[in-house]
């Protein structure tokens, strides 16, 4: 379900980012949010999926033949880079819930 729920709102990001060029009334915020909730699920959808797979392989998880643990190193990236975690949570909190910047 995460996967899809990702999936969804990569859609849902683009169709926005597209409209958003014919569209004055869509705006860079709300074009922003989405494609960082987006970016936010896809990442932590990744995770949860690549770590299960190794979890379900044992210790042959972390064998190079088996390609899961190459899985798991690289589904690490969008959760650190370019924007990691932390920070689109500070973009949501400030552009959604008008809290003031944390850092």
């Given at each position: 379900m995460n996967l899809e729920a990702a999936?969804?709102?990569?859609?849902?990001a683009t169709k926005l980012y597209d409209a958003s060029k014919t569209d004055k009334s869509i705006t860079q915020k709300t074009v922003g949010v989405a494609c960082n909730s987006a970016k936010y699920l896809a990442a932590?959808?990744?995770?949860?999926?690549?770590?299960?797979?190794?979890?379900?392989?044992?210790?042959?998880?972390?064998?190079?033949e088996y390609h899961v643990e190459r899985y798991l190193r690289e589904c690490f990236v969008p959760r650190i880079a370019p924007v990691s975690r932390e920070m689109i949570m500070n973009y949501v909190s400030e552009k959604v819930l008008d809290l003031p910047r944390s850092y």
């Open positions: 999936k969804l709102a990569t859609y849902h932590e959808a990744a995770f949860t999926a690549c770590e299960r797979a190794v979890l379900a392989h044992g210790g042959m998880g972390y064998a190079q």
